[in-house]
């Protein structure tokens, strides 16, 4: 007669199984450093330090009776009773390429669960929906779980069955569910469009700009003054408002400069201006300046020069005010970390 293996001897033999499993077995290095100590026999006393186990049963007898109960005879019981280790018959399959691709084949991804939910509970939950070789739960790289898990059932057929449900709810929380292969091509081309999307933006930032239009005819061309000189651009600025009863849009002028250029704001500005002077010549206080209008190809490339001076200004501005705004994050950041750091001195 069979001795079938009760309720909780099931729970037992399943999570022994999991433990010497094909999907935790490589990747335990506890466990796997156990097994090398003595030709893959781990203590039952060693075993039940492990949790999940352990909130099954501590008693090492019983532990090694369900164990002897298994059907499927993954894991093997000593003769003492005091060790089990994986059936030297059933080797672990190589972890290849061909492995991986059948293992995600069979791996769901599932995403709904209570932030704070205990892994056993979720595991209970998809009893009625594997079997399962495991239940991985994702986390942060704090450790903090993410609300999701990639789920691997036995088959195929289960796992799609899973994925195509039309309604699997946890705890009232409608579960998203994935295959595994197409949650990765998703996560993949997300981090694609978010590159791509901040490299467009990065080349519209480089992208040269279009020049500036400028008004013609409202620039002239000053000169006359000699080295030690000390004209300012505030006193070319009174003079022209005081000839013309005119506005200055820019000086291209600075102290000590022998010439330079006024730039008015609009069109034949420049023009107007020369004609109210004397022979076209500016006098301020002891300077005499000869002043004359730019024009064709010399106008043409005094616009572009301009051009490119104020763009490249706008430029310098707007990543000085990213900088900006960045430090000021990061004072802001630093004063929180600081804030936090005296408060627990204070405690202490």
Known sequence: MINMASELEQKIIQQLEFYFGDINLPRDKFLQEKIKEDEGWVTIETLLTFKRLAGLSTDAEVIANAAEKSEDKLVVVSEDKKKIRRNPDKPVPEYDA???????????YAKGFPLDEDLNDIINFLVPH??????????????????????????????KKFVEAESIKYKDTELIRKMQGDYFAEKKKEIEDKKKAKKEKKQAEEKPQKPLEFPKGAIIHFAGLQ???????????????????????????????????????????AVEFVKKLKDSELEIEKFKLKVRVLEGDEEVEYLKKTSDTVIELRKKQKQNSRQNRKRKGNFANQGGRDAKAKKKQEQE
């Not at 061909?98 to 769901?108: C, F, P, S, V, Y």
């Not at 942060?140 to 195929?156: A, L, R």
């Not at 005081?242 to 506005?247: G, I, L, N, P």
């Not at 849009?249 to 400069?257: E, N, S, T, W």
């Open 227 to 269: 080295e030690g000189d000390s004209l300012t651009r505030e006193e070319l600025k009174d003079k022209v408002k005081e000839v013309a009863d005119m506005e200055t849009a820019f000086i291209d002028f600075k102290k000590g400069d022998l010439e330079g250029h006024i730039r008015f704001p609009e069109e034949n500005n």
């Open 130 to 159: 594997g079997p399962i070789d495991a239940c991985n739960r994702r986390a942060t790289k704090d450790h903090k779980f993410k609300g999701s898990c990639f789920i691997i059932f036995k088959d195929v057929e289960t796992c």
């Open 98 to 108: 061909e492995r991986k691709k059948q293992l995600m084949e069979r791996t769901a």
